[in-house]
């Protein structure tokens, strides 16, 4: 059974700062991973999708790599800015199946 | 561009009383469609999924249950609520398995 661990829980850093947000997942056997962002009480944004055969993907200052044989994915946040706050979720999708598997996610806070 | 809507965006509803949540995809054809839902320390679980009209698929049995009557509309249901079917309810949708996954607004559901 899938599972997706995110650490930490939760970052506070001051504004300006470049960040990396931690996924792990226990299978190694994925068809993609996906990163999204969730605002408090809103829906889940798509920010980036990596597919197994890549090892990164890049969209404006983010960045998400991926690293499936070990099991890990990171998402980099570069020159952080107030409103990038939400949370941050990871998903991974098995090969074959249907769902996405999704971490608890990192609370993201960026101080002005 | 495909856009994706969910209504209503909250609702409180009491024990026992039926349910019925909507989701129409918009600019896209034969998407696949999914139900999941957020609840408090558990993250995102998927409910249902659709790959066309008519088909439906469950991944946890519970008291809910999912229809597709159209290519774009994908409709949650419940005869009689329980007080754990509160929760905040998430559609998506998908061009195939593989791809990437967009979410609606979500519904937050609370049964009292």
């Known amino acids: ?112 | 561009s495909q856009t994706i809507h969910q209504w209503p965006a909250t609702l409180v509803q009491p024990v026992g009383s039926p349910l019925s949540l909507e989701c129409t995809v918009e600019g896209t054809s034969n998407p696949n469609l999914y139900w999941y839902r957020q609840a408090a320390g558990r993250g995102l679980q998927l409910l249902f999924y659709s790959v066309g009209i008519g088909q439906i698929s469950s991944e946890v049995p519970q008291n809910l249950s999912a229809s597709r009557p159209q290519d774009r509309q994908f409709i949650l249901s419940s005869k009689k609520l329980l007080l754990s079917d509160s929760g905040f309810y998430l559609c998506a949708w998908g061009v195939s398995t593989n791809t990437e996954a967009f979410f609606g607004q979500g519904t937050r559901l609370t049964v009292v």
Do not use: H, M
Not at chain 1, 18 to 44: E, H, M
Not at chain 1, 49 to 73: F, M, P, V, Y
């Open chain 1, 1 to 112: 059974k899938q599972e997706v661990t995110q650490i930490p829980a939760a970052l506070s850093v001051p504004e300006g700062e470049n960040l990396v947000l931690n996924c792990s997942f226990t299978d190694s056997a994925i068809y993609n991973l996906q990163w999204f962002r969730q605002d408090p009480g809103k829906g889940l944004t798509s920010l980036l999708l990596i597919q197994s055969s890549q090892r990164e993907q890049t969209s404006g200052r983010l960045n998400a790599s991926l690293d499936k044989s070990s099991g890990r994915s990171t998402l980099y946040i570069a020159a952080s800015q107030p409103g990038d706050s939400a949370t941050y979720l990871c998903a991974v999708r098995g090969q074959g199946a249907q769902k996405l598997v999704f971490g608890q996610g990192t609370r993201l806070t960026i101080n002005p």
